[in-house]
């Protein structure tokens, strides 16, 4: 079992990217006052992540077994059938961004640091993915999130965070009783090898959903994941 820390993760926010995300004119005044936020932001951020590389077990039709702790999830029991091992794993904005944010008022100045903090989860996100690919080699990988299906929801972080490790102590996330993560700019989950490539959002029929990486695959679920009895 190995667990690691990633704590020394740049943050190096984009602007353009960030205008353009957020609809904003390069040139205009709430432009000016994301700049002004991600100057405060940029030293101050201390994105982190921790992950555990852990054995998959076993799989039945509809609980995938890691480490000893069975995941009720039809879709990721179909998607570990074929693995020996994931990555579980948490990462976050970090606390020093979130108490940050907490001192900014007014509503375009808060709704601006949400998207600074977004972009510091960002980071550590693909620093934990640039981690993993030259550590391990995995070739592509899936990445699957309590909550983003009806079919693993949240339910499922208290056993993900004992897969996991101490996150409070060493990355300063909690899980809270309600299953959200504190800082809420936190994510958490399992990244597992896949030659085929999975998006959730292939299987997620939400509308207008401004974060969706994939378009809606409506004969996915009957073709891969239905069960046969
Ligand atoms: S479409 Fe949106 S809600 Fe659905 S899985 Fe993708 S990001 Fe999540």
């Known amino acids: 079992m190995i667990t690691e820390i990633l704590h020394n993760i740049a943050f190096r926010p984009d602007f353009d990217a960030l205008c353009r995300e957020l609809h904003l004119k390069r040139d205009s005044p709430p432009a000016d006052e994301l700049a002004h936020l991600l100057a405060e932001a940029g030293p101050v951020a201390r994105p982190k992540a921790l992950y555990r590389l852990a054995q998959v077990q076993s799989c039945t039709d509809s609980t995938a077994v890691i480490e000893g702790i069975p995941f009720a999830s039809r879709v990721l029991a179909v998607n570990l059938k074929p693995v020996n091992r994931v990555f579980a794993f948490v990462a976050t904005c970090g606390v020093e961004i979130e108490a940050w944010s907490q ?101 997620c029929p939400m509308k207008n959903c401004p974060k969706r990486r994939a378009p809606y695959d409506e004969a996915l679920w009957e073709q891969k994941y239905r069960r046969s009895h």
């Open 103 to 203: 001192t900014i008022e007014g509503t375009l100045r808060r709704f601006l640091a949400d998207a600074v903090k977004e972009a510091a989860l960002s980071a550590a996100t693909e620093a934990l993915q640039k981690h993993l690919d030259a550590r391990y080699r995995p070739g592509p990988l899936g990445m699957m999130n309590p909550g983003s299906l009806d079919d693993w929801p949240t339910s499922a972080q208290p056993d993900l965070f004992r897969l996991v490790g101490d996150t409070r102590r060493t990355i300063g996330v909690e899980l809270l009783d309600s299953c959200i993560m504190s800082p809420i700019k936190s994510v958490s989950g399992i990244f597992f090898p896949t030659e085929a490539g999975f998006e959730s959002c292939r299987l």
